[in-house]
């Protein structure tokens, strides 16, 4: 029904930023609409369980993140172009994961995730 693409992932120096983005498509994908609502973002390091990053309301108008990334990431949302960002800042070592992205239907704070994209690596250097 729903596929999410992200892209962005890539090496970068501790202390250093990138831009992550999900594309959403399908034939029932509406950001705008009433198809999807609450998005996240999520990670996962080689031997560990993936993680909660961030998430945000269908408006944007609510956001909740990971008290390891608060205040370095940002979680965002472009509706009328059905995408999903997440700006890192201030990157560390410990940040090494890759990066899902996840979807849900009709609700904004959902306890479970139905659509996840294929992630992208993020690989940061002391």
């Known amino acids: 029904q729903v596929q999410l693409v992200e892209s962005g992932g890539g090496l970068v120096q501790s202390g250093g930023s990138l831009r992550l983005s999900c594309a959403a498509s399908?034939?029932?994908?509406?950001?705008?609409?009433?198809?999807?609502?609450?998005m996240a973002w999520f990670r996962q390091a080689p031997g560990k369980e993936r993680e909660f990053v961030a998430r945000?309301?269908?408006?944007?108008?609510?956001?909740s993140y990971a008290d390891s990334v608060k205040d370095r990431f940002t979680i965002s949302r472009d509706n009328a172009n059905n995408t999903l960002y997440l700006q890192m800042n201030s990157l560390k070592p410990e940040d090494t994961a890759n990066y899902y992205c996840?979807?849900?239907?009709?609700?904004?704070?959902?306890?479970?995730?139905?659509?996840w994209g294929q992630g992208t690596q993020v690989t940061v250097s002391s």
């Open positions: 996840a979807a849900a239907p009709y609700r904004d704070y959902p306890v479970r995730y139905d659509y």
């Open positions: 399908g034939r029932t994908v509406s950001m705008s609409g009433m198809a999807i609502y609450g």
């Open positions: 945000i309301t269908r408006s944007g108008g609510s956001a």
